[in-house]
């Protein structure tokens, strides 16, 4: 009887992480101050958005209704000691042009952006948006694989792509930062986001793909993205200098 209520009950057991990752310690400890002290600017104030002049008793205005401010976003802290400089995710992601003719093509891809991030959660097929006749691309075609990183995982995909994969890839000396003539004012420049491309033979490198190399009979070029919490003006190098000290190699132009 007593054998056969334990047979009854049922626990649920999650494995939570075993371990801290290196790169989110030396984060938490020694990057995330430096970048408080180097992006903070004690002349720069913290203003709201200004209500427009509206008077009542003005004939103009007694029949018609107060405007709203202007914008639909109010202005965002700077950086500051409860508004840290943060990696939000990365998003990795991959175009595989032979999934035009054949939609078998898309699983390898899948298969090895599961194996280098190390999850199946937040991943899926992206699919067309809009037909391109000239390339045969239809409406709601799947064409490329995607997946989020955020947490600990997050902070494993850049150390083994520091320490393994960006180191052997040949004739790479890092990644070119913009010229000093580029527009501060951009959409890019103020989206808070660093991007970053992969040829197809650095999938390779990667050591979960490079265990079981044969396994894959494709390999696929990644389009990486490194997303913040930063917006507005300088947001984008505000993320570069975020990522030059999680060991990203940058060079001038």
Known sequence: MIRSNLLKQQHSFFTGSTHQPRLKSHFQNTLSPALLYMTHNPRQQQHSRPLPSWDSNDPYTAHRQQPRPRGN????????????????????????????????????????????????EHSGVCKARKGVAQWKIRHGMPLSVKVELSGDKMFDFIDILTEFVLPRIRDFNGISLPPVSADEKSPSANSGVFQMGLPPSAMS???????AFDSYPRSHGLDIKFISNQKGRGAEAKTRALMSGLRIPFIPK
Do not use: C, W, Y
Request: charged share 15%; hydrophobic share 40%.
């Open 73 to 120: 976003r109010d202005p965002l802290p700077n950086p500051n000691q409860s508004n840290p400089i943060n990696l939000d995710k990365i998003v990795i992601h991959t175009m595989v042009k032979e999934s035009i003719n054949n939609k078998g093509a898309l699983l390898s891809a899948i298969m090895a952006l599961q194996s280098i991030s190390g999850q199946a």
């Open 205 to 211: 490198l990667f050591p979960q793909i490079e265990a």
